[in-house]
Every structure is written in structure tokens, then in C-alpha cells.
């Protein structure tokens, strides 16, 4: 199985500051074929289940706020969240659909 | 709107036996695939496995094959997985999600059920 490592586990960060998650995966899951990243983020906020933000690790989903972006490829990707609202709070998880699907451990988001 | 929706929370004995269903709704149930995730209390999220919407063919994942059976009712558009020999180790929330792509489960998930609780304990 492909092996996600998050990182940081959490963060804290001001109101209006950029926030930054780190994905490293176990093995490339670009695909050489189309040249896709087959990796997407999640956020799940308290009592709720995982909202897909983005996809083919830069496309975001329609509806999400453009504050969040995903950038990367290969076996190193990063969501960044610039200009961070309190409603933002939540754990963040990346998944690889490269191979049967595997998620990252978390990342949890908090106000500073 | 597309919808998935679970049914409730099953408090269950070790040893027993449990079935989930998440019944869809606003899309076409054969064009898509539903997925099952499972997440522990205070834990990340597991993926179970992956059925076909138009066919039933399952892709589970290694770690769960022997202990859980995916079918779908398309009849009534939903989506069951069934979970034997019950251990505490599988007290979770139990989710179920919309497959993307549409192959053997190799896919994003984009609208997810509320999910189901499942308690395990003696």
C-alpha cells in the first residue's frame, strides 16, 4: 500500500495568515499516462464527514473558496489555505487514489 | 440534489453480525461506484472497499477481505455492507461515498453520507 505522511499533525495560525500541509506519499502516484497527480484533499470539520476540496492535486472542487490551493506532484504535495477564517477550523486529509485508496493520518487546523 | 443518506446506529455484541445500508438519491445510481470508509473514534479514515453501481464487482481491500460482504439493491438505488464476527476493534463510524471516477474504486469521493455509527461491546 502507498504510505501518506502528513505534515505538520496540527498547526495553529492567525486569523488571515497562510496556512500550509505537507503530503508526502510513499511512492509517486503521478501517472505518466495523462500526467495526472492521482491525489485529492479533505476537510472535515467537527461531527461532519470529509468535504473533498481538491482534486487531481490542484483542481479545486466547485464551491470551495479559492483560498485553498493544492500544488505539487510526484511524492510531495501541499494545500495551502491563505487568509485562514475560524470557519477553516478542521482536521485536513490527503488521499491517493493511485493505487487503492489510502489516506494521509490528519492535520489538524486551529485559530492561534 | 444528490444525496446519501445511512441508516442508524446499531449497538452490537462480539461475535454478531451487522448490515449498513446508504440509500442515494438525484443521479443516476449505475454511473457511479459508492465506497465504504470507516473511521475509529478520534482516528483517521480507512478504506474498505469499493462496488460497482451498474454490476455489483466489488474491489475490497486486503485487510478486510473475509470479513465484510458490499452488495448494491438497485431497485431502491442503495448500497449495503455487511460486517461479521463483530470485534471491538470495530466500533467506528462507517461512511459511505460517491465514486468519482468510477474504477474499481480508484477515485476521489465526492458526496459522503452522513455515516453510521457502530458500537461494539459486550
Known amino acids: 500500500d502507498i504510505v501518506l505522511t502528513q505534515s505538520p499533525d496540527s498547526l495553529a495560525v492567525s486569523l488571515g495568515e497562510r496556512a500550509t500541509i505537507s503530503c508526502k506519499s510513499s511512492?509517486?502516484?503521478?501517472?505518466?499516462?495523462?500526467?495526472?497527480?492521482?491525489l485529492t484533499w479533505y476537510q472535515q470539520k467537527v461531527g461532519q464527514p470529509p468535504r473533498v476540496l481538491i482534486y487531481?492535486?490542484?483542481t479545486r472542487e466547485s464551491g470551495v473558496p479559492d483560498r485553498f490551493s493544492g500544488s505539487g506532484s510526484g511524492t510531495d504535495f501541499t494545500l495551502s489555505i491563505d487568509n485562514v477564517q475560524a470557519e477553516d477550523v478542521a482536521l485536513y486529509y490527503c488521499?491517493?487514489?493511485?493505487?487503492?485508496?489510502?489516506f494521509g493520518q490528519g492535520t489538524r487546523l486551529e485559530i492561534k | 440534489q444528490v444525496h446519501l443518506v445511512q441508516s442508524g446506529t446499531e449497538v452490537k455484541k462480539p461475535g454478531a453480525s451487522v448490515r449498513l445500508s446508504c440509500k442515494t438519491s438525484?443521479?443516476?445510481?449505475?454511473?457511479?461506484?459508492i465506497t465504504w470508509v470507516r473511521q475509529a473514534p478520534g482516528q483517521g479514515l480507512e478504506w474498505m472497499g469499493w462496488?460497482?453501481?451498474?454490476?455489483?464487482?466489488?474491489n475490497l481491500a486486503q485487510k478486510f477481505q473475509g470479513k465484510i460482504r458490499m452488495t448494491i439493491d438497485t431497485s431502491t438505488s442503495t448500497a449495503l455492507l455487511e460486517l461479521a464476527s463483530l470485534r471491538s476493534d470495530d466500533t467506528a463510524l462507517y461512511f459511505c461515498?460517491?465514486?468519482?471516477?468510477?474504477?474499481?474504486?480508484?477515485?476521489?469521493?465526492?458526496?459522503w453520507g452522513q455515516g453510521t455509527l457502530v458500537i461494539v461491546s459486550s
Open positions: 461515498a460517491r465514486d468519482v471516477v468510477g474504477l474499481s474504486g480508484q477515485s476521489w469521493f465526492d458526496i
Open positions: 438525484g443521479y443516476t445510481f449505475s454511473s457511479y461506484g
Open positions: 462496488i460497482a453501481g451498474y454490476n455489483g464487482k466489488t
Open positions: 511512492q509517486s502516484v503521478l501517472y505518466g499516462y495523462n500526467n495526472n497527480n492521482y
Open positions: 487531481w492535486a490542484s
Open positions: 488521499q491517493q487514489y493511485y493505487t487503492n485508496p489510502t
